[in-house]
């Protein structure tokens, strides 16, 4: 008898990755249809736990940045208690998360990868 183990992490699907990309500057005009965004992206598969917010592309991180995470996480608490989860994060935009207090609430920040 042989058991064969299955391709990939268990409970990853490779193919339809559940991610936000943030690139270029946040501004407060950009927040709005980035909650939507994600509202989307959360509706179209209700069954998920985990939402990665990759903001390795972001530019100038400041308190505007924050702000929308910070209303990223909450939306994607209300859908149902599904985690937002930030990778790629830079240096200066995990120094602002740390010195508003949301590193608490914005929990597995991964930082940049070299």
């Given at each position: 008898m042989s058991f064969g183990y299955p391709a990939g992490?268990?409970?990853v699907?490779?193919?339809t990755p559940n991610a936000l990309v943030l690139t270029g500057r946040v501004t407060r005009a950009d927040v709005p249809g980035l909650c939507a965004e994600l509202e989307a992206l959360l509706s179209a598969a209700p069954a998920v736990a985990v939402v990665d917010c990759d903001v390795g592309g972001v530019v100038r991180p400041d308190l505007t940045l924050v702000e929308?995470?910070?209303r990223l996480g909450l939306v994607a608490r209300?859908?149902?208690?599904v985690e937002l989860r930030l990778r790629n994060v830079p240096d200066e935009l995990g120094a602002l998360l740390g010195l508003v207090g949301l590193t608490e609430v914005v929990r597995n920040v991964?930082?940049?990868t070299e």
């Open positions: 992490l268990p409970g699907d490779a193919m929308a995470i910070a209300r859908a149902g208690g991964r930082p940049v």
